[in-house]
């Protein structure tokens, strides 16, 4: 057999597991169909374009799962980690990067070694031999969509992921407006100003309510289905369920001061993060959408201090579709009808940049070590990353299997400590401690260049 591995897709689990694979030694093709082929969210042709978001989330090592993640990725010598930090914008407790540059750092990166190549072209079928990674994430083409049904005798499961809007900062009111981190969170003043603050009144949401559900929403093709994931629901969903739901999800005012009137407790806050280093974009967290182009900006304009804004991306909606894993992936992450493939990233089941980042990075090794005629020891379940893949290879349930993030409730109990929210930060730090602990066990027991 071939020893050269093949990745299909070039996202974040793509480019990851590239990465990883040929600091092993192993020679690697990245099949990227863009620019050639292009997909609804992305712009540009570059490896681990940022789509959805600017934000790989919580950067807390100690008391956030997502955190523990990005700690273990960084001790296994994580590409995008490493790119992320040297792209860092301020965003207080979050690690949120400026995405081109990001993007191009990493497409710069592999390309510069001498073993990773991209190849340009679409991959509609399954290959019956060699040694592949499928790593097509949330947009993966009809065809290879329709070769993957028609092997695993399944239906794709799928639900739609919803885009937010990037607004022009020059295009804000910041009299009305102010910077600031909920409870002033970060070490620097920058960190503590990571955000715009939009507040409202209890009649302006009320408005904002009465607008969000009579405005024109995008319809969905015959056949389709809407099965959102509730990590990255539209807000006009989030507003469907029920009229006080943003109000305490990403519009709740808790932790915020508005400067230009100290007195006054905002009824609502609508919140903008930066999107690129300049800080000429900002976009606005928690407000994926599917309301159709026009509506959206008659009814963001209500926000104040949105009043003039001018939007460098309005919001959009695309199908996400992924595997019942827990039914056709192996513990190698392979599919159990044919071992020479494996999966990674969105299209497994696992939600987030960062998730499907991780994903890629076990792919990859666990393919070099195969191509090398090595034996990987198994992915300690007690670390974020082995919480993650024992879900979807067979942890979770398959029958309700839904896209998941990483979270302490994957993670093994752990005896003797409180359980209960008043229990809850111990125990997270147990979590983590432990975690870290077993994961730097597993990476000694490899030979991987640092």
């Known amino acids: ?56 989330r919580s950067d807390d090592h100690e008391q956030n799962a997502v955190g523990l993640l990005h700690w273990e990725m960084r001790q296994a010598g994580s590409l995008i980690m490493q790119t992320a930090g040297e792209h860092r914008l301020p965003a207080g407790g979050a690690l949120a990067v400026d995405r081109d540059p990001f993007s191009e750092a990493v497409t710069a990166k592999l390309l510069a070694l001498p073993n990773v190549s991209v190849s340009a072209e679409e991959i509609c079928e399954l290959p019956s031999d060699g040694h592949w990674i499928f790593a097509t994430g949330p947009l993966t083409s009809g065809a290879l969509g329709k070769a993957l049904q028609a092997e695993t005798g399944a239906e794709a499961l799928a639900f739609f992921d919803a885009i937010a809007p990037i607004v022009y ?140 804004a001018s939007f460098a991306r309005l919001g959009g909606i695309h199908r996400n579709t992924f595997l019942n894993s827990p039914t056709l992936l192996d513990a190698q992450m392979r599919l159990r009808s044919r071992p020479n493939l494996r999966f990674a990233g969105q299209i497994t089941g696992v939600e987030g940049y960062v998730e499907s980042a991780s994903m890629g990075l076990l792919a990859g090794r666990m393919a070099a070590a195969e191509i090398l005629g090595h034996e990987l020891p198994q992915v300690p379940q007690d670390t974020a990353h082995g919480a993650l893949i024992h879900h979807i290879t067979g942890g979770a349930e398959a029958k309700t299997f839904q896209p998941m993030n990483v979270n302490f409730g994957l993670f093994r109990p752990l005896e003797g400590l409180r359980g209960g929210r008043r229990g809850r930060k111990d125990r997270y730090k147990g979590y983590t401690d432990r975690a870290k602990t077993v994961w730097q066990e597993w990476l000694a027991a490899q030979e991987v260049p640092a």
């Open 169 to 308: 900062f020059d295009t804000i009111d910041m009299d009305t407006a102010w910077l600031q981190s909920r409870y002033d969170k970060g070490e620097t003043e920058e960190e503590q100003k990571a955000y715009i603050n939009c507040p409202m009144t209890k009649e302006q949401y009320e408005g904002f309510i009465d607008a969000l559900l009579a405005a024109e929403k995008t319809e969905f093709h015959e056949g389709e289905t809407a099965g959102y994931f509730d990590g990255c629901l539209p807000i006009e969903v989030m507003a469907e369920r029920g009229r006080e739901t943003l109000r305490h999800g990403p519009m709740k005012p808790i932790g915020l001061t508005n400067p230009h009137k100290p007195e006054e407790k905002a009824y609502a806050v609508v919140q903008l993060r930066r999107d690129n280093a300049l800080g000429t974009l900002y976009n606005i967290v928690g407000f994926q959408t599917k309301m159709k182009y026009g509506a959206q900006t008659e009814v963001f304009r209500r926000i104040p201090g949105l009043q003039n």
């Open 1 to 56: 057999m071939d020893k050269t591995l093949h990745i299909v897709g070039g996202g974040m689990a793509g480019s990851e597991a590239a990465w990883q694979a040929a600091r092993l030694g192993v020679d690697v093709v990245i099949h990227e169909m863009r620019p050639k082929v292009e997909t609804f969210a992305h712009r540009t042709g570059n490896l681990a374009e940022m789509v959805c978001s600017n934000s790989f």
